[in-house]
């Protein structure tokens, strides 16, 4: 278990360009896979979890060419006309890649088993699952057909109306998968807005999803091939924003950042917080916004965080909660008991581990009250095998007085293998 040792620089300081965003990532290489034509993609992060998409879809017989430059490939779509793989298909360690895949599956004429390493194996499939044998589709799998591996044998889907339990891109993005193969239309209601690169992918490649308030409806069809240069990931570019708002000393800019209005909740909330970040050249490419951010040091104060603004901000509570030990009075995270069934239960965890820095907290069912003390402290801490939980706890200890020691560092290279690089570079010792 690879172990850090983090201390707490003078200064904060640089300009960085971000892995590309791994939401995108997966939905660019998923629907050019299966569309008319050829596209180059640019961007992509090197990540594991993007990695298992890739490896699944050659498993599939998509041609995927790497071009110059490590983030640069080309994807020779099969017009939704994949061929049956001879072995099992491992999503690692990527709930997206399982979730998004399952859809797509669904709708090709073969056997198909999705597996991961033992935490993936443990999240729950059920929201995906019902709707997808809804539609027809033959899906089985552990505990209920609730847990992976996911034996499923697709073909003939047809059209459905599925209202959402809760707001999910992913669960959302294998019924679009899904109906973009079946007979007839689609309807998807939501209880809440969450992240839409899927219905932006699918209509710039010419498909059809008229939106009604928070109803979708998708129309079946072919898709045409498109090149994507794909924005920096706003997930990993959370990390330096708190890290710099936080600090007394730092100014950091962040270069093409995605500015989906899905996914920038973290900015929303920060700027609730008194962050001082300011959002420069705008542009939109491909269909997605983008822009460059510029994070500085900034005076916080507590926010209540809940309702319609967790699924926006899901992935950032374990920063965010890092923010709220350095702000002044209680915060209050609720409605966030989907962090309970990621790769760990990041409610949990997180408090745990922010308790051992001497964070003030209390754990609720569905999220946490974080008493603001203005200040943590050095201690050991551990990842618990989460990307984002370590990355948060590293910049905990950038913030931190003393040393800051993190057993299972190695977990960020999930979604970020040059995290600690460019950690390292930020720093002004």
């Not at 290279?413 to 600690?420: A, G, I, L």
Request: proline residues 5%; aromatic residues 2%.
């Amino acid at each position: 278990m690879a172990r850090r040792r983090i201390k707490r620089p003078k200064r904060i300081e640089g300009v960085l360009s971000l892995p590309g965003d791994k939401s995108i990532s997966h939905r660019a290489l998923i629907l050019n896979a299966v569309a008319r034509g050829s596209a180059e993609l640019c961007g992509l992060p090197s990540g594991a979890d993007v990695a298992a998409t890739r490896r699944i879809l050659k498993g599939l017989g998509v041609k995927i060419v790497p071009l110059d430059g490590s983030d640069r490939v080309a994807v020779h779509g099969r017009n939704w006309s994949l061929r049956e793989s001879g072995g099992i298909l491992n999503a690692g360690n990527s709930g997206s890649t399982t979730r998004l895949l399952a859809g797509l599956l669904a709708g090709q004429p073969f056997l198909s088993v999705l597996t991961g390493d033992a935490s993936l194996r443990s999240r729950p499939m059920a929201r995906v699952v019902g709707p997808l044998k809804a539609m027809g589709a033959c899906v089985m799998g552990r505990a209920g057909d609730s847990l992976a591996p996911l034996v499923i044998r697709g073909g003939s889907l047809r059209g459905i109306e599925h209202t959402l339990p809760v707001a999910s891109a992913q669960v959302k993005s294998s019924i679009i998968l899904a109906a973009l193969q079946a007979t007839g239309d689609t309807v998807i209601r939501q209880p809440a807005s969450s992240r839409d690169h899927t219905e932006r992918m699918v209509e710039a490649m010419g498909g059809t999803i008229k939106q009604d308030g928070l109803a979708l409806t998708v129309k079946p069809g072919s898709l045409q091939a498109v090149d994507i240069n794909i924005p920096g990931d706003i997930s990993s570019a959370a990390f330096w924003l708190v890290a710099a708002v936080c600090h007394p000393n730092a100014r950091v800019r962040l270069r093409n950042v995605g500015m989906n209005p899905g996914r920038t909740g973290i900015l929303d909330v920060l700027k609730d917080m008194g962050a001082n970040i300011s959002v420069e050249g705008r542009s939109m490419v491909g269909g997605e916004p983008r822009a460059d951010l510029v994070a500085e040091s900034s005076p916080l104060r507590a926010v209540d965080i809940g309702g319609e603004t967790i699924p926006r901000v899901l992935d950032e509570i374990p920063v965010l909660a890092v923010a709220a030990c350095l702000a002044k009075g209680s915060t209050t995270i609720r409605d966030a008991q989907e962090l309970r069934v990621k790769e760990s239960d990041r409610i949990s965890a997180t408090l745990a581990e922010l308790s051992r820095l001497g964070a003030f907290v209390e754990e609720r069912p569905d999220g946490m009250v974080i008493h603001g003390s203005g200040e943590l402290k050095g201690g050991t801490v551990r990842s618990h095998g989460d990307h984002r939980l370590a990355m948060a706890l590293a910049v905990a200890g950038m913030l931190a007085g003393g040393e800051t020691i993190l057993d299972g560092s190695q977990a960020a290279s999930v979604s970020y293998p040059q995290f600690w690089e460019r950690l390292d570079t930020l720093r002004d010792n």
